[in-house]
């Protein structure tokens, strides 16, 4: 069975610092990735995802996550945060050809200090 | 366009009483269905899944049963709650041919 792991579980920054989120998962074959984003007090939302093409995957509000197939991540990344990027993060895996039974990582916090 | 509705938004329950929370699904026919929990400090669980009507499958073993009695609805019940029951329950839709899926607001179940 697949796994994803989340290496921070907290994350605290100041407006203006870059971001990255890491993630990991552990399947031997073809994957979907995905990041969604829960904003305080909403349902989760989908950030961006992979399927196959350009491992460099931009998403909704200045957004990114880069697929290293070599290294089972696929890391989330924004430049620039905002206070109003503070949310629960969470990076997902489903197999490529099996279905959508998601698996999700722990999720990280993020907290952005205006 | 397609939405899903769970509900209760929010739950305070007693151990050992019964627990039904229900989603539904407009815009669309036969979609999957699925049943997550996200217990405090941990990542979002696959509890049930249903690619059909009166068919459920279970990932993990516990205390929750899940039905189908129609296209588009997706109830979570228990029959005696337990504190460990305690969580973010959310309810998702896909369809076989697509590769996103869409989530419910979820509901707070808490149990005391």
């Known amino acids: 069975a697949q796994s994803v792991s989340q290496h921070n579980h907290h994350v605290i920054l100041s407006e203006a610092a870059s971001l990255e989120l890491g993630c990991n998962y552990s399947y031997g074959g073809t994957v979907n990735l995905f990041w969604y984003v829960q904003y305080p007090g909403q349902h989760l939302q989908l950030l961006l995802k992979?399927?196959?093409?350009?491992?460099l995957v931009k998403g909704i509000k200045g957004f990114e996550a880069e697929f290293i197939k070599s290294k089972f991540s696929f890391n989330l990344r924004k430049p620039s945060v905002q206070w109003s990027d503070t949310a629960e993060y969470f990076c997902?895996?489903?197999?490529?050809?099996?279905?959508?039974?998601?698996?999700f990582g722990g999720g990280t916090r993020v907290l952005v200090k205006p | 366009s397609q939405t899903i509705h769970q509900w209760p938004a929010t739950l305070v329950q007693p151990v050992g009483s019964p627990l039904s929370l229900e989603c539904t699904v407009e815009g669309t026919s036969n979609p999957n269905l699925y049943w997550y929990r996200q217990a405090a400090g941990r990542g979002l669980q696959l509890l049930f899944y249903?690619?059909?009507?009166?068919?459920i499958s279970s990932e993990v073993p516990q205390n929750l049963s899940a039905s189908r009695p129609q296209d588009r609805q997706f109830i979570l019940s228990s029959k005696k709650l337990l504190l460990s029951d305690s969580g973010f329950y959310l309810c998702?839709?896909?369809?076989?041919?697509?590769?996103?899926?869409?989530f419910g607001e979820g509901s707070w179940l808490t149990v005391v």
């Open positions: 992979y399927f196959s093409g350009d491992p």
């Open positions: 997902a895996v489903t197999p490529g050809a099996a279905g959508n039974k998601l698996t």
């Open positions: 998702a839709w896909d369809t076989s041919s697509g590769n996103t899926i869409y």
């Open positions: 249903s690619v059909g009507i009166g068919q």
